[in-house]
Structures are given as C-alpha cells and as structure tokens.
C-alpha cells in the first residue's frame, strides 16, 4: 500500500481482505468450504522508502509477521516488530539443535504412572519426551514440541518415542507376568497423526517390539479429532483395528463440541489438570469433573485425571467415581531404572 498514514490504515486492509476471504465458498454442486488468512504487516519507515533492497526487506518482514500470526492461531494479523526476529532466530537456532539432538540421541522418555483411584496401584504409565540438552540440560517439552511440529521433526522423534515406550512396556510386562502392567500411553502431535506412515508405523513398531496391541494406549488432543473430521474417523478407525486404544488428552481445553465421542471410537478421556487444580476448592470444578465422569461412563468410556496433587483430590475423585489417576501425589515422570523400581516395590498403594 502507499500513502499509509499509520498503522490503522494497514490493520484495516489485512481485516478487509480477511473478511472478503470468510466463506463458505461453494465448491462443486454440493460442497462448500471455509478458508482462514493469516496475515501479516510490515509497514516501511518514512525516507526508507527508495533505498536499494527495501521491498524485498519489507517483504521479508510482513513474511515474519505472517508465521507469527499462523503461530498464535489462524485467521488472524499481525504487524511485524524487530522482536519477532529474534523469536524467529531462536526457534531457527532450536531447530536446527533439535535436528542435531534427533542424530546424536540426546532425547530421553520419561514414565509417569497412573493409577487406579479404586485400588491405588500402578496400572500403567505415560511416556513424556525429555530432551538433554549437552549446555542447557533437562529442556521441557512445552518449549521444543511446538519448534518440532513447526519443522516436522515431531514424526521421526515421536516414532523414536513410540519404539522406547513399546520396549519399555514389554519390558515390564516381561517382568511381572502375574499381575501386569496394563497399558504404556504415548503422546500423538497433530502432524504425527495426519501422517500418511501412522498406522504403518504403529503396526510396524508393535511388532518389533512385541507389544500386545491392546496395551498400546495413543493420546491425541480434541483439536486433533476436530480437525478434518472425516479422515480422523478413517484414521482412528485403522489403529483401532489394530487393537490399540485411544484417548482425549487434555480434555475440556478445547472448543469442541461433545458430539465427536459419540462418532468417535474413543477409550479414554483425560481431564485436563486445570479442572483438578480447582477440586477441594471449587465447587464448580467438582461438578464438572463429576458431569465429565458421568457422561463418559454412559458412552462406554474410562476417565484418566491428570495433574493430581494432594490427597483431597484424590478423595474426591475417589467420591465421584473417576477411573484413574495421574499427577505428582503419586510421582513425577521417571527415568526407567526409577519407574521401575517404583512399579517393583509396588510403593504405590494408597
Ligand atoms: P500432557 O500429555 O498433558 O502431559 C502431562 C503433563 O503434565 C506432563 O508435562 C507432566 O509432567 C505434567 N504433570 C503431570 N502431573 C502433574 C501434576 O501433578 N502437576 C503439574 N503441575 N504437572 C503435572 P510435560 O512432561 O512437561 O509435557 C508437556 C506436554 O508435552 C504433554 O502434555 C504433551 O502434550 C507434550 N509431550 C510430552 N511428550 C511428548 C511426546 O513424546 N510426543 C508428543 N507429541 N508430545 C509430547
Ligand atoms: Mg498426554
Ligand atoms: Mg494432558
């Protein structure tokens, strides 16, 4: 644009032009689409204007705002700031360590265990990803899963994390033939799931690692199952006919709408944590977390809590019916050697 007077002028193009863009569009005779814009804006200063290389450094920064505006969510602008490059440096710089870490082996799986609120002993265990990093140390998932999904290192380090769980969990299982470990969960990011090699995969590392299907649970969030309805059906209907079972982390974070679990070949449901935090506390969180319960009993399904910290929740959970918990009450996420001896000693009974 010229002759642009101030930021205001630009904002308003990038919401006029979003606007034009929100469909539906009809496409063929019967269907319609919806498309999102995600925009960006960078606005020249003033006597910047004729120097050599300025459009395409202009372009360059209305590109940064772009994958900003995608990053925070679609439908959506955004106007560039000098800030946004040293965000974009930093995640460059962390992808390109993660693409070393991936090579040099520098990613860990963690356990942590949940256990059945009835009985109070392990009944299975979550893998979470760590990853040392040789300078930084211990780095947490929730700043390098989003660079990995970004650069789609996720598949190769999520099949990675898929094979150790499964070697893991045969493991144990091996181990306690009398009264085995029942299931191993593992965490599936949306670009994993929509990959076209999932269920080849699956089936291919149970396999290997001669794990029984069945104890094979796949977490995936409610934005997942949300986002193109018809191939997650085609997509959990094939690991489920594979045997393994699936879940809905985080649930209640999302905006979706109930009527998936109904359409949905769905095992599991994991409360999110910010529910449990408030149980003892608020009165309205226990009403959810009781109505979750109930709803999911009805449709057939079995209730997980997640982030369970101190013994009043525990009790309450214990009041409302809910199936399993997992949280720091019982342990954090272990390294093997600890899980194990934790799973052995059966120190987990409440
Ligand atoms: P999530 O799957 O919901 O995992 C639960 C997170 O809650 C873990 O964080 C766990 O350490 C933490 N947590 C468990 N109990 C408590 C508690 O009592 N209190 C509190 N405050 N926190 C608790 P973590 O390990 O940092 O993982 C964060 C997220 O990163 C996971 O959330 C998951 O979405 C993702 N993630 C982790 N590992 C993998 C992986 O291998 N693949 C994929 N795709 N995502 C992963
Ligand atoms: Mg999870
Ligand atoms: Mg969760």
Known sequence: MEDVRGRGDATGVAERVADSLRGPFPL????????SASIGVALGD?????????PNDLLRRADVAMYEAKRKGKAHH????????????????MGTDL???VERGEFRVHHQPEVSVETGGIVGFEALVRWEHPEQGLVSPARFIPVAEETGLIVPMGRWVLEEACRQARAWRDLRPNSPLHFMSVNLSARQFEHPDLVRDVARVLRE???????????ITESVVMNDARSTIGTLGELKALGVRIAIDDFGTGYSSLSYLRRFPVDYLKVDRSFVDGLGENPGDAVLVSGIIDLAHALGLKVVAEGVETQEQLELLQNIGCDLAQGYHF???????EAS??????????
């Open 46 to 54: 003033a006597g910047e204007d004729r120097h050599e290389g300025m």
């Open 341 to 350: 001896a934790l799973l052995f000693t059966n120190r987990l009974r409440w």
């Open 99 to 101: 693409r070393r870490a």
């Open 331 to 337: 342990a954090k996420p272990l390294p093997d050697q």
């Open 78 to 93: 955004e106007v560039f700031n000098p800030r946004m490059d040293d965000l974009a440096l930093g995640r460059l710089r």
């Open 28 to 35: 063929g005779e019967h269907d319609e689409v919806f498309v």
């Open 209 to 219: 690692t001669g794990l029984e299907p069945g104890c094979l649970v796949l977490e």
